[in-house]
């Protein structure tokens, strides 16, 4: 199993930045892609960003590309998102989460707790 434990967001303005981070624990050397998935308020979850376990390829949204950066810390076991330039539309819980396989909404096995990014005009 593996465990994903989240710190970080909160609120901001528009224009503002904000970092959520992800703790991994447990069979880490079973993970391909963790990355960060989102909901925004009524609305289904959506692919935001994503990054091989090796640290060697970045993914993500077109709707965040070019404002947000994925990044890991192999040492610490941590995963961060790094979110400048926030738009309202940002507004979402972000769910930290975790694959053997390609990140993919509907086939997460690992999910974090989710932590609320609220960015307001």
């Known amino acids: 199993q593996v465990q994903l434990v989240e710190s970080g967001g909160g609120s901001v303005q528009a224009g503002g930045s904000l970092r959520v981070s992800c703790v991994v624990s447990?069979?880490?050397?079973?993970?391909?892609?963790i990355g960060w998935i989102r909901q925004p308020p009524g609305k289904e979850r959506e692919f935001v960003a994503a990054?091989?376990?090796?640290?060697?390829?970045?993914y993500y949204a077109d709707s965040v590309k070019g404002r947000f950066t994925i990044s890991r810390d192999g040492a610490k076991n941590t995963a961060y998102l790094q979110m400048n330039s926030l738009k309202p539309e940002d507004t979402a819980v972000y769910y930290c989460?975790?694959?053997?396989?390609?990140?993919?909404?509907?086939?997460?096995?690992?999910w974090g707790q989710g932590t609320q990014v609220a960015v307001s005009s």
């Open positions: 989460a975790a694959s053997p396989y390609v990140l993919k909404v509907t086939t997460v096995p690992y």
């Open positions: 990054i091989t376990w090796s640290g060697g390829s970045t």
């Open positions: 447990g069979r880490t050397n079973s993970i391909f892609n």
